[in-house]
């Protein structure tokens, strides 16, 4: 899989509230491996982890319209 890696951007801080809300916290469970192979991609793309694994999920997405068409939209969780 290949990252493409995007210009880092500033959030002004009025953006700030809005980002914070659309941000969903997890906690992903994957292998040792897994997890320190992708540290070692992420610190190759000059990437923390966390966006490292971002990126790479939203190239899986990304792909996976290309050649299938648009997921279809989630519904919002309510908070």
């Given at each position: 899989m290949a990252v493409?890696?995007?210009?880092k951007t500033q959030?002004?801080?009025d953006n700030?509230?809005?980002l914070e809300?659309?941000?969903?916290?997890?906690?992903?469970?994957i292998s040792e491996d897994t997890?320190?192979?992708s540290k070692i991609l992420a610190s190759v793309y000059d990437l923390s982890?966390?966006?490292f694994v971002?990126?790479?999920?939203?190239?899986e997405i990304q792909n996976y319209e290309s050649?299938?068409?648009?997921?279809?939209?989630?519904?919002?969780?309510e908070r």
């Open positions: 493409k890696k995007v210009a959030t002004s801080t700030v509230d809005e809300k659309s941000i969903i916290f997890t906690q992903l469970r997890f320190l192979k982890f966390n966006a971002l990126l790479a999920i939203k190239n050649g299938h068409g648009e997921l279809p939209k989630p519904i919002k969780l």
